[in-house]
């Protein structure tokens, strides 16, 4: 499976943008994930969804400004980021795998990556 992510930009303090992740090739793994990595840092968990139904999970830090769904008939999942802060400044990954309940929150759980998309929270 091979993934495109796109969406990423500049925006404002306290604004929005909607990122989506699109699967070519075949259909998604049991859980699309995604993840943020901010210069200097470590790629951390942002949230995550099972592709064929079920309880979406996202990280304490950002729960209430960020909000993920699919679309089965475009392949493509979205993660919605609301609320933005200059903190979350980093580039935005989506990721795929037939990760389990211990796994879904880490990278170990998503052996396919897309390139990335750079989001940018600045005035």
């Known amino acids: 499976v091979q993934l495109q992510a796109s969406g990423g930009g500049l925006v404002q303090p306290g604004g929005s943008l909607r990122l989506s992740c699109a699967a070519s090739?075949?259909?998604?793994?049991?859980?699309v994930g995604w993840f943020r990595q901010a210069p200097g840092k470590e790629r951390e968990f942002v949230g995550t969804i099972p592709w064929n139904g079920g309880n979406t999970h996202y990280t304490d830090s950002m729960k209430g400004r960020v909000t993920i769904s699919r679309d089965r008939a475009k392949n493509t999942v979205y993660l919605q980021l609301d609320g933005l802060k200059p903190e979350d400044t980093a580039v935005y990954f989506c990721?795929?795998?037939?990760?389990?309940?211990?796994?879904?929150?880490?990278?170990?759980?998503?052996?396919?990556w897309g390139q990335g998309t750079l989001v940018t929270v600045s005035s």
């Open positions: 990721a795929t795998g037939n990760a389990i309940y211990s796994t879904m929150r880490t990278t170990r759980g998503y052996p396919y």
């Open positions: 090739g075949r259909t998604f793994d049991r859980y």
